[in-house]
């Protein structure tokens, strides 16, 4: 066992910025992990108030509190806030917070670099937000923004593309900054393919992000210049083609799923063998996964496109290609049942949402193999099912992954434990209420009841009521999240330095709370896999 | 940090930075890639004229033809096909004419777009003549006449007997001039 405790230095002792100049100013990886860990949380709530506006609206049929113009911005930009302001900015969040804990770093590569990153998210945020408040209100074409809507609507449009041009800067240079600090700043003995998942992860998913936001970058551009500059990229009659949007928009959409779903996986494999007391079963079969989910990634966009009229062999193509994906993440899903079999479980909060996370995300898994077959998907498409597959995918999964990640590594984080009680209420009233919001949906749609449309036929009524009941509670049930930090941060049980038996990655070595000059001077380090310490010499806080 | 530790950094930031770069201009180049493919594959070419069929001639089957057009909402033309309802055979060499007027008081330019009714016939009909190949312009209030000439491809499956012919026009924009 490796015990260095770097007695000399108190945590908090100098170097530390304090007030508003602090955070403005934040370098330090930690600080800025912070920064995008409150601002995803502030953006998960806003797109959480449009959700519920949409439930509120969708628990009768007929037109009850908003008109369908507006009905059609809060679809929208609930989708574009929740991807772009609350799931993406807070797996950067957590990347920033522990990459560098976890593989000996001092910092990221770039400090002041990061600092940008995160310092444009609030601004294309309140962009966001303020465009319900211009003439015409907010961007209302879908959070896909398709042509020739998007080409058509008010100075809302503009905002949004110019907010998404911003956000995709901002995440560009987040993902450089992680993976030259995870290629040129592991320490000593923390090599690539030991490193843990969660590294893995986010390295495959950077990529992926550089890869693929400038392409979205390069769509709302040219949406742009069709609205203000006489082009006609997606205008018919101008000899343009609103269906060339769909192919670039979701030669970017379908990688960016997996960006949403890889550093998900990344935290599934740190929680599941720390509770199971074992290690990840088959990590190396887990790196090549991860790395083939990303490659496939690319060539399966038009899935979503089955129904434009695309020949048979394309859809051929694409279907299989579809269903082709499903056997990387099936290995992934038998890993971690793998790793559960026969361990020494207990079930804290952390890995309640983890096992949660595989059983949902399981059926989301499936319910998309279901839409991959064209045939099907044709009925399907644009339907409350597909609704149903893809919060599957990103509530119970990506979102539940980001609250296993943040109870387990709270301790390290804060020095204080969160309340297990309340950890315990808030994962079994969000499971129970996401499966009342959610299963539903999957009967909507295959009844036929199509999607983003504020007013219904009747016969659909009783599974909305449903699905309107369980979201309301679902979203108070986040207040108890809430409450559960808010009082933890403060008044919560000191933590120790390993709070879980079976944790053995890197960021466990170290002092709780996690020292603000983590590695400043990097450690040596004997690692097995999934980045397990087996002993470390040196390494220096301050 | 070392300040060589720094550089190597840097070198591994541009190569970055330029893989982000190529991929905001490899989203342009699919604008003319998608065009590459489009017309290697003839999906999309519904603006170019067919050839005749082989058998044209050899009157066929009957069936019934019915002229529509749309214009949407907000644009200011008039469109209307001089025949609503045509019996034709197979094989047939048929001619019908639409009047589309210009209701503006501006010049404008106009493309009209097929569409078929059910969409399986429309690689049946088989159009050697149309309007819709190429962008018309119109000066303001100004009336003009076009024909359509088409056959229907003997070969069309037998369980298609009625056929809608509906032309959207749109305004072609930057072109007219206000
Ligand atoms: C086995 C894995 C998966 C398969 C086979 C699959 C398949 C599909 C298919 C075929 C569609 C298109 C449905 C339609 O529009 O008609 C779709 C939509 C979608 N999927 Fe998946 N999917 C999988 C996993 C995921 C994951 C992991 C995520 C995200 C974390 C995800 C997010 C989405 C989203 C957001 C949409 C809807 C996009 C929209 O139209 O707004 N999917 N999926
Ligand atoms: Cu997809």
Redesign the interface.
């Known amino acids: 066992m490796a015990t260095v405790t770097d007695t000399q230095h108190a945590p908090h002792s100098h170097g530390k910025p304090s007030g508003l100049s602090r955070w403005l100013t934040a370098t330090n990886h930690k600080d800025i992990g912070t920064l995008y860990l409150w601002f995803s949380f502030a953006m998960f709530l806003s797109g959480g108030v449009m959700a519920l506006c949409i439930r509120a609206e969708l628990f009768h049929p007929g037109l009850q509190f908003f008109q369908p113009e507006l009905f059609n911005q809060f679809t929208t930009l609930h989708g574009l806030i929740m991807v772009f302001g609350a799931i993406m900015p807070a797996f950067t969040g957590l990347a920033n917070w522990l990459l560098p804990l976890m593989i000996g770093a001092p910092d990221m590569a770039f400090a002041r670099m990061n600092n940008w990153s995160f310092w444009l998210l609030p601004p294309a945020a309140l962009l966001l937000l303020a465009s319900f408040a211009v003439p015409g209100g907010a961007a209302a074409a879908g959070w896909t923004l398709y042509a020739p809507l998007s080409t058509q609507m008010g100075m809302g449009m503009d905002m949004t593309i110019f907010a998404i041009h911003i956000m995709g800067i901002s995440s560009i240079m987040g993902s450089i900054n992680i993976i030259v600090t995870i290629l040129n700043l592991r320490a000593p003995g923390m090599t690539l393919m030991k490193m843990p998942m969660f590294a893995w992860a986010t390295l495959i998913t950077a990529y992926l992000i550089i890869a693929v936001m400038p392409v979205l970058a390069g769509a709302v551009t040219m949406v742009l210049t069709d609205r203000h500059f006489g082009t006609h990229f997606f205008n018919a009659a101008g000899g343009g083609d609103p269906i060339l949007y769909q192919h670039v928009f979701w030669f970017f959409g379908h990688p960016e799923v997996y960006i949403m779903a890889l550093p998900a996986f990344g935290i599934i494999s740190h929680v599941i063998p720390t509770f199971a007391r074992k290690p990840l079963f088959g990590y190396t079969s887990m790196v090549y996964a991860t790395s083939s989910i990303g490659i496939l990634s690319f060539m399966v966009w038009a899935h979503h496109m089955f129904a434009t009229g695309m020949p048979a062999t394309a859809q051929l193509f694409f279907m299989y290609a579809t269903m082709l994906i499903a056997v990387p993440t099936g290995v992934k899903v038998f890993n971690w049942i793998a790793t559960m079999w026969e361990g020494s479980m207990t079930f804290e909060t952390p890995m309640l949402f983890a096992i949660g996370f595989i059983m949902l995300f399981t059926i989301g898994g499936l319910s998309g193999v279901t839409l991959s077959v064209a045939a099907v998907d044709i009925a399907l498409h644009a339907s409350y099912y597909v609704v149903a597959h893809f919060h599957y995918v990103l509530v119970a999964g990506a979102l539940f992954s980001l609250f296993a990640a943040i109870y387990y590594w709270f301790p390290k984080m804060t020095g204080k434990m969160y309340n297990e009680r309340l950890g315990k209420v808030h994962f079994w009233w969000s499971l129970i209420w996401f499966n009342v919001t959610f299963f539903p949906m999957h009967f909507l749609g295959l009844a036929g009841m199509p999607r983003r449309i504020p007013d219904y036929a009747l016969q659909f009524t009783t599974f909305n009521e449903i699905a309107s009941v369980g979201a309301f509670f679902f979203g108070l049930g986040q207040l108890i999240f809430l409450y559960n930090m808010l009082v933890s941060i403060r008044r919560g049980e000191p933590a120790p330095q390993k709070p879980w038996e079976g944790a053995d990655t890197l960021e466990w070595q170290i002092p709780t709370p996690a020292p603000y000059h983590s590695f400043a001077e990097a450690p040596e380090l004997e690692v097995a896999e999934n980045g397990a310490i087996r002993a470390m010499k040196g390494g220096k806080h301050h | ?1 070392e300040s060589s ?1 720094h550089s ?2 840097l070198v ?2 541009k190569k ?2 330029i ?3 190529v ?6 180049a ?2 003319p890639m ?1 065009r590459v493919i ?1 017309e290697a ?1 003839g ?2 070419q519904i603006a170019v004229a067919d050839a005749a069929p082989m058998q044209a001639g050899a009157a066929g089957a009957q069936i019934e033809m019915t002229f529509d057009s749309m214009v949407q909402a907000g644009l200011p033309w008039r469109v209307r096909p001089l025949t609503s309802h045509l019996k034709v055979k197979t094989g047939e060499f048929i001619r019908v004419d639409y009047e589309i007027t210009n209701a503006s008081d501006r010049r404008m330019v ?2 009209a ?1 097929p569409r078929y009714l059910p ?1 399986a016939a429309g690689e049946y009909v088989k159009k050697l003549d149309c309007f819709c190949f190429k962008q018309q312009s119109f000066e303001p209030g100004q009336t003009k006449r076009f024909p359509v000439v088409f056959v229907v491809d003997p070969k069309m499956p037998r369980d298609i007997s009625t056929i809608t012919l509906a032309y959207s026009i ?6 007219g001039g206000l």
Do not use: D, H, R, S
Request: charged share 5%; aromatic share 14%.
């Open positions: 940090m530790q190597v950094n591994l930031l970055l930075a893989i982000a770069l991929m905001f201009g490899f989203a342009w699919l604008v998608y489009c594959t999906l999309n106009g493309q777009v969409a749109f305004e072609v924009p930057g072109q």
